[in-house]
């Protein structure tokens, strides 16, 4: 498996958070770039690797969290959001939670909502674009659903890559399940084949369970644990 991720250029903009570099001085820390975490954990891979070599090194995932380095400028930056496929309990928590991380600690002051999933992204289907601010989103984790609405099926690409483009989107965030993330792959082909400066971000979303590589995703474990409650009260 190739678990590389592919950088748009070097990160020079000063991330605007308040961490730290150092361990220990009871101050969260930034994740350094070359930092990673094992696929496979057990000893016995660990002992092939070593015994192939030094430069056999076991497969690991890019840790996730945040940089003291960003490529996009905050204050410059559009970022957008879509939700697709079944809804789940969770998804206006996670858009909520989106909102409010870019907007107050980040300073990003555009960010976009896609209406009813990828169709959102095709300006034929006529679908309004909402912008997202955290007076917008302050109380929608009490709503079930998605405040952006969602559908199913595939839109055309090229179509989704123009509107990218078109309203200056830097980073789009991709809320779903295996189809969704599929689709995240097909928008990233067609903007890296036209030499855009746009990052896609998967967030799992399945009650299903189902994505590859995803040990824990909402929507699965909030879907049963509120089952439960229903049970329990019934």
Known sequence: MDLHIASLGPAKIKS???????????????VPDDEKVLYDVSLRTCELCRRNGADALPLAFERAGPRERLYFD??????????????????????????MELHYHYGVHRIYGFRYGYAGLAPEAGHDVLDLTPDVVMDIHHDGGSMLGSSRGPQ??????????????????????????????????????????????????TIDNDILLV????????????????????
């Open 16 to 30: 605007p958070l308040k961490l730290s570099t150092e361990i220990g001085d009871c101050i969260c820390n930034f």
């Open 74 to 99: 905050p204050s410059k930056l559009r970022a957008a959001v879509v939700t697709c496929g079944g809804l789940c309990p969770g998804i206006n928590n996670v858009i909520r939670a989106l909102v």
């Open 215 to 234: 040990e824990k995703t909402f929507g699965f474990e909030t879907a049963f644990s509120i089952a439960i409650d229903a049970i329990r009260a019934a």
């Open 156 to 205: 055309d690409v090229e179509s989704m890559g123009d509107t990218l483009d078109r309203m200056g989107v830097g980073i789009l965030f991709t809320i779903g399940g295996d189809g969704t993330q599929r689709g995240a792959l097909a928008i990233h082909e067609e903007i890296a084949r036209r030499g855009l400066k746009i990052a896609v971000v998967g967030i799992p979303k």
